[in-house]
């Protein structure tokens, strides 16, 4: 078959979708590790990945249908493509701000113990079985690569419209101290605690070989935004689940 044949009708176009674009961190570093290492490190990625998709299929709302997950490797596309029509536009936002925290959640607890950082951005999207194109994987994708920095999902400026508009989706928004809003994936989270402090001291254990600044200032926001967002849900009264670095981890 040629390439310019006229078996293609080249119709296809780009739509107005939201898009979430998540790298998980040090997932390179397992791959480097011995064969029982890997596998394991390979099954857990592969549950994370396939839990994650089956729950957001099992909620019965109308609009998870059409969510879309694209996984390869350490990385992952989540998106949804946006109604012009207000109303169903506020539920399909919701739905994605509502599957990426909770894929996030669960990548940080004792289930997984891995860090994540991403973006999510509105653009024009094209995406099949085959492929994905589009200027809202180039925005999603920028904003992992050039300004998340730490393990946090970044928020485009037409995310940040999109869900100030809506009530239910306002605490899901944080500002950062360089001044950049990511997604509190925690909005959703109660009594969380103890999951995120075993999760923690998984995550050091995974980067003990691995110490170095920059990792340590990645984990140190991660336990920074865990212990603010506790302490604001005020499920933190007697500190037992506070996160804190292990001995072992700040050994020099």
């Known amino acids: 078959m040629l390439v310019n044949g006229n078996t293609d009708l080249y119709n296809r176009e780009t739509e107005e979708y939201i898009v ?16 029982k290492e890997q596998q394991l490190a390979m099954n857990k990625l592969y549950n994370l ?17 059409e969510i879309n997950f694209k996984i390869f490797s350490d990385n ?19 739905t994605l701000i509502y599957c990426v925290a909770h894929f996030q959640a669960l990548a940080a607890s004792d289930s997984v113990g891995w860090l994540l950082r991403g973006g999510i951005a509105i653009g024009q999207l094209f995406v099949d079985d085959i492929m994905v194109w589009g200027q809202a994987l180039l925005k999603t994708y920028d904003l992992e690569s050039n300004i998340a920095i730490y393990p946090r999902i970044v928020l485009d400026s037409t995310v940040v419209n999109e869900v100030q508009k809506n009530d239910e989706l306002s605490d899901f928004i944080r500002k950062d101290f360089d001044g950049v809003y990511f997604l509190n994936y925690l909005s959703m989270c ?24 920059r990792i340590y200032q990645k984990l140190y926001w991660h ?11 005020n499920e933190q009264k007697d500190k037992k689940y506070r996160l804190k670095f292990s001995p072992d981890y700040l050994i020099k």
Do not use: C, P
Not at 21 to 33: F, H, P, V
Not at 223 to 233: T, Y
């Open 20 to 35: 979430a674009y998540i790298d998980l961190l040090g997932i390179k570093s397992e791959m480097n590790k011995g064969n």
């Open 49 to 65: 990945y396939t839990h994650s998709i089956d729950t957001t299929r099992m909620i019965a709302w109308e609009e998870n249908k």
């Open 76 to 94: 992952i596309l989540i998106s949804r493509k946006l109604s012009k029509d207000n109303d169903k536009r506020k539920l399909e936002v919701k």
């Open 190 to 213: 109660h009594f969380y605690g103890e999951m995120l402090s075993s999760g923690f001291e998984m995550i050091q254990e995974n980067n003990l070989l691995y110490r170095n600044e």
């Open 223 to 233: 336990m920074e935004f865990i212990n603010r967002e506790l302490d604001r849900k």
